[in-house]
């Protein structure tokens, strides 16, 4: 299995730029998961979705920041103005079968992005 | 209020000096406690899952243990290859949600 794939690993956009970052899921996983990780806050849930839905965007920091699922292989996060306090490594996750007990959560590699 | 808290922030080791890194949680309700280990540039990989007060878990020179309050994650022997990040989350269902919330972290390193 390929694991959880990002794009890209590195990013490096100036202020006021639209980033946009993708994500393949593990094949079959029901849900997709994006995280935030600085160092100030650790590891932040950005907004989930199921069978492709968003559920939950609660912790979306900003209307800058727009998710969508298109379909169940591929996911984009975007930023539109981004900032330098966008600055972050964004992390894509997948889950089998509902985030239920015990459900183990694959993440990938991370999208290291910084704006200047 | 943090629902999850590690400690240490960060702890050195010299080869083959064993110790413990603490994942304490206040969430009620707990259905299942997650470890993963993070390298530096790599998202986190997972390492264990524990259920129930009691239960231990054991990979290589780690061994993890659970509590009703908190978890611990047991390093025997450590090397310079288990230098890393160690991440705990805690899943449990406010309102329904299975959503795993992590700790800050524990950042290892292992000197030769």
């Known amino acids: 299995d390929a694991g959880v794939i990002q794009s890209p690993r590195h990013e490096v956009t100036e202020m006021g730029q639209e980033v946009t970052l993708r994500c393949k899921p593990i094949?079959?996983?029901?849900?997709l998961f994006w995280y935030r990780q600085t160092m100030m806050r650790g590891l932040e849930l950005l907004i989930y979705?199921?069978?492709?839905?968003?559920?939950?965007d609660s912790g979306m920091p900003e209307d800058r920041f727009s998710a969508k699922m298109p379909n169940a292989s591929f996911s984009t996060l975007k930023i539109q103005p981004s900032e330098p306090r966008d600055s972050a490594v964004y992390f894509c996750a997948s889950t089998l079968t509902g985030t239920g007990v015990g459900n183990t959560i694959y993440f990938g590699e991370g999208s290291w992005l910084t704006v200047v | 209020e943090d629902q999850v808290t590690q400690s240490p922030e960060a702890l050195r080791l010299q080869e083959g000096e064993s110790s413990s890194l603490n994942c304490s949680y206040t969430?009620?309700?707990?259905?299942?406690l997650f470890w993963y280990r993070q390298d530096p540039g790599k998202g986190p990989e997972f390492l264990f899952t524990l259920y129930s007060a009691g239960e231990e878990k054991e990979k290589e020179r780690l061994k993890a243990t659970l509590t009703k309050k908190e978890s611990f994650l047991h390093i025997t022997a450590p090397k310079p290859e288990d230098s890393a990040t160690y991440l705990c989350?805690?899943?449990?269902?406010?309102?329904?949600?299975?959503?795993?919330?992590f700790g800050r972290g524990t950042s290892l390193i292992v000197h030769p």
């Open positions: 094949s079959g996983h029901d849900y």
């Open positions: 989350a805690v899943q449990a269902p406010p309102g329904g949600s299975y959503i795993p919330t």
């Open positions: 979705f199921n069978n492709n839905v968003p559920i939950d």
């Open positions: 969430v009620s309700g707990l259905r299942g």
